[in-house]
């Protein structure tokens, strides 16, 4: 009668019993050196600044709009097939050709749309409140435009389509409202940052031992030309705020540029008129 | 025979053997000048107008041929050279870059063009 023994097989008993072995103290510094050596070399992930972010996203956007226009392009080439023909077939084409085409503008817009807001940052200190309240109205259209595109792909015939599209129309009128307002608000910002560089510079120059009161011109007339600055940016800042009536858009930009191009040249005068200053402090 | 006189018939008083004084002849040019006439009155003083005018012209004139004899005095120049503020090299160097980021910084507008679309897609 043969016995059943239950034995370990190729030794595993003894490795059991060997258990692990302990770390020697060589290798832990080892593993210490190389942990240390990674915390000094390794680049620290920092939030992205708004204006990698800015590159980011217009870069996105730009691949959008080619692909926006690559579609739009086949949507006018399937339309046309479809004046032709008129059969079931190219019918059917044309719809899908016009929900590609109509998904894509939304995708461009919004990518447009997240550019214009992240770009808005930047200088976004210089008018916190008013930025602020761009930027939670593109952020709205960015979600609306979103959405949009839940609904689109569920159109099967031409009248959803039509329907669709009358209604976007409409919306389009304060689309180009917000797209507006925003770029305004983007160069308004811009300017007021100037404006305080100069103040700092002027300050500096104000400060500087050779500066033996050259700047006293420069001060007294300061206030006049930055009460014109400010009065252009309010300018323009209420020009965006004119409330659009029916269904066209009545373009506002031209006037926000009049009054950006003012401010403009009140800041190089002013910058032309520290030069002047900075420059007798050479003699 | 009964001799007959002669006589202008044209002229009834141009009577050669009439001795009496003759009237004065009456011509347009023997009319007094009416003073109330408005007419009149403003040609009146539109010529009194011209003459001192012409007077006052005349005398202006020759004072002015007086002082061209003078030595004209120059237009007085600014004393300090204008400075050619364009140039950033006459500025302190620790100025010199900050005054050229405030010129770059113009240029740091959001390069975003408007999307074009066609809101006619669909319709």
Same mark, same amino acid.
């Given at each position: 009668m043969v016995k059943l023994v239950y034995t370990y097989a190729l030794g595993a008993y003894i490795e059991r019993c060997g258990g692990s072995s302990p770390l020697s103290g060589t290798f832990l510094l080892q593993l210490f050196m190389w942990l240390l050596l990674f915390l000094l070399l390794a680049k620290p992930v920092f939030a992205q600044d708004s204006t990698d972010n800015y590159t980011k996203y217009r870069t996105d956007y730009l691949y959008q709009r080619d692909l926006y226009q690559k579609n739009y392009f086949d949507y006018l080439n399937k339309k046309d097939i479809y004046t032709q023909y008129r059969t079931l077939v190219s019918e059917k084409d044309k719809i899908d050709a016009t929900k590609t085409v109509l998904f894509s503008r939304n995708l461009m817009l919004k990518s447009y749309f997240m550019a214009l807001r992240v770009g808005l940052? !930047?200088? !976004?200190?210089?008018?916190s409140a008013e930025t602020e309240k761009n930027q939670i109205e593109i952020k709205k259209w960015e979600t609306w435009l979103d959405e949009q595109n839940l609904i689109i792909p569920n159109f099967n015939n031409n009248s959803d389509i039509q329907t669709w599209s009358r209604d976007f129309k409409k919306f389009y009128v304060e689309i180009q409202r917000t797209i507006y307002s925003g770029l305004a608000q983007s160069q308004i910002n811009l300017r007021l940052q100037i404006q305080n560089d100069i103040e700092s510079l002027a300050n500096n120059i104000k400060n500087d031992p050779k500066n033996q009161n050259y700047s006293n011109d420069w001060f007294a007339s300061y206030p006049v030309k930055s009460d014109l600055i400010t009065k252009s940016l309010q300018t323009a800042a209420q020009v965006c705020r004119r409330a659009q009536r029916g269904n066209t858009f009545s373009n506002f930009y031209p006037e926000v540029r009049i009054e950006i191009n003012k401010t403009n040249n009140y800041l190089k005068s002013l910058i032309t008129d520290l030069k002047s200053v900075a420059i007798k402090l050479n003699n | 025979m009964q001799e007959n006189l002669y006589q202008n018939v044209d002229s009834l008083q141009n009577n050669p053997l009439d001795n009496s004084p003759s009237p004065t002849p009456v011509t347009p040019l023997g009319k007094k000048i009416p003073l109330d006439d408005p007419k009149i009155v403003i040609l009146l003083v539109l010529g009194t107008i011209t003459v001192i005018l012409l007077i006052t012209s005349l005398i202006i004139n020759i004072i002015r041929q007086k002082n061209q004899k003078i030595i004209p005095v120059p237009t007085p120049t600014p004393s300090e050279i204008p400075l050619p +503020? +364009?140039?950033?090299?006459?500025?302190p160097d620790i100025y010199q870059d900050k005054f050229k980021k405030l010129e770059d910084s113009f240029n740091y507008d959001l390069d975003l063009e408007v999307p074009a679309i066609d809101i006619e897609t669909g319709l």
């Open positions: 940052d !930047k200088y !976004k200190v210089m008018n | +503020t +364009t140039s950033n090299s006459l500025i």
